[in-house]
Structure formats: C-alpha cells, structure tokens
C-alpha cells in the first residue's frame, strides 16, 4: 500500500487537531469555551496610546527612508461560531520587517513583510492548521503589503497629533496577491512613529478555506492586522 505524502498528512493531522479543538470546546459548553478556555481576543491595533511619548521629531527632516523597529506586530482577527456563540480569535507575530519612504508631504513607498509561521494565537492545534493547510507556510512563509500609490499628509497633519488617511496596495497572502484599500493612523512617539490598521479580507480570494466542522466554523471574511513601528534611516 502506497504510504500517504508528507503534505497530505500535515494536513490529515491540522484538521485532526481542529477537530478536537471544535469537540474541547463542544464538550466544554460555547460561553465556557468563549470566556474561559479561548480567552480575550487581543484589543485592535492602535497608534494612540496612554503612554506614548511627546514628539521628539523635527517637522523638517522628516523626508527620507524609515525602518520597521522593535514594538511592531502584525496577524489576524476572525471570529468562530460555536453552537451559536461568536468567538474573536487573534493571532500575532512581532516577526515584522519592512521600510517606508517619505517626501516632505506624502508617502511615497512602503513594503512590510510577515513571517506568517511564527502568527500564534491562544492554541497550538488552531495554530498549525492555519500555518499548514490554510496558509500552507511551507510554500508562503511570508505576508507582504505593498503601496501602490503615495498618500498625500493631510494638509493640518502635525507630529503633535494621529492622523488617519487610506491607503492603496497589494496584500500578498498564501501566495494570492488582491488590491486592498486601509484605513491608517499614524502618531509620533517619541522619535518613532506608530503606524496602526485594519485590512479587510475575504479568505477565499486568497485561496484559503475557513474550516466548517458543524459545531463550529470560522467565518469566511475577518481582518489582517498591524501595528508598525519605525524609526527614520536603516535599522541600527
């Protein structure tokens, strides 16, 4: 008898692992499972924070190539349904490189890189079946989003205040490339700045299957997330 690939048997055992996840928190009871065993989702992405520190930047030197630094993260929301109870999951990963370019008033060019392997959420059976067959790491390690057009500043941005605008690119996810729009907000801090948001995505135009089980399925649309942090020049 022919022995099954590796690759299939990844995946027999990622959706073993879903499997006994979904009948954990059957057993367990949805609201039990919701607030006891899955946890809080993370709060959203945000470049206002309590603690973040007066601006330390010079309006005038702001032009210029900036690096993706330490405080930065990236991942996925998507919400379960189990017997009828909504579920948040998030996943996350500080595994996040990238550079942006700046004229004295817009955006010029940006490319952020995820290591998509390394996104953990609060289980490890949920984990790999999304690296291993949904998002089948193994192939596409990495995430990219790339700016396809500058953003203009908003004409009273300052480094003193957040400011949102929206931005244009290409998401690149499980080797699929789509168009996407986002709405971000940026913020100094100190002298670095936050870049936070929220990317729609639809997972079947990315070629990913959510897993439906019966007693519980993973909506089909949910969000890529991030907070960037960067600091102005190549990363010391």
């Known amino acids: 008898m022919a022995r099954p690939s590796k690759k299939k048997t990844i995946i027999l055992i990622s959706v073993a692992a879903v499997i006994a996840l979904g009948a954990t928190a059957a057993i367990a009871g949805p609201v039990f499972y ?10 959203a992405p945000t470049a ?6 007066p601006s330390t930047l010079d309006e005038s030197t702001l032009a210029g190539d900036w690096t993706v630094t330490d ?59 999304f690296r291993d067959s949904a998002l089948q790491v193994s192939e596409h390690p990495t995430a990219t989003f790339e700016l396809t057009s500058p953003i203009e500043a908003p004409s ?31 913020a100094a ?22 897993p439906s089980l019966g007693f519980v399925k993973v909506e089909d649309t949910g969000f890529v997330e991030f907070l960037v942090v960067l600091e102005q020049g190549p990363r010391g």
Request: aromatic share 4%.
């Open 189 to 210: 801090d100190g002298d670095t700045i936050r870049i936070a948001g929220q990317i729609p995505v639809t997972f079947a135009d990315f070629g990913v299957q959510a």
């Open 71 to 129: 405080g930065s993260y990236a991942g996925y929301r998507v919400d379960e349904v189990l017997n009828g109870v909504d579920v948040t999951v998030t996943g996350r990963t500080e595994d996040v490189a990238g550079t942006v370019t700046t004229s004295d008033t817009a955006v010029t060019a940006a490319t952020i890189t995820v290591d998509v392997a390394s996104i953990a959420t609060d289980s490890s059976q949920r984990d790999a079946y």
């Open 156 to 186: 009273d941005a300052t480094v003193d205040a957040e400011s949102t605008v929206t931005a244009a690119g290409v998401l690149t996810l499980a080797g699929v490339s789509q168009d996407v729009t986002v709405d971000v907000t940026a």
């Open 34 to 43: 919701r607030d006891v065993i899955a946890g809080p989702a993370d709060d």
């Open 48 to 53: 206002e924070l309590d603690t973040r520190a």
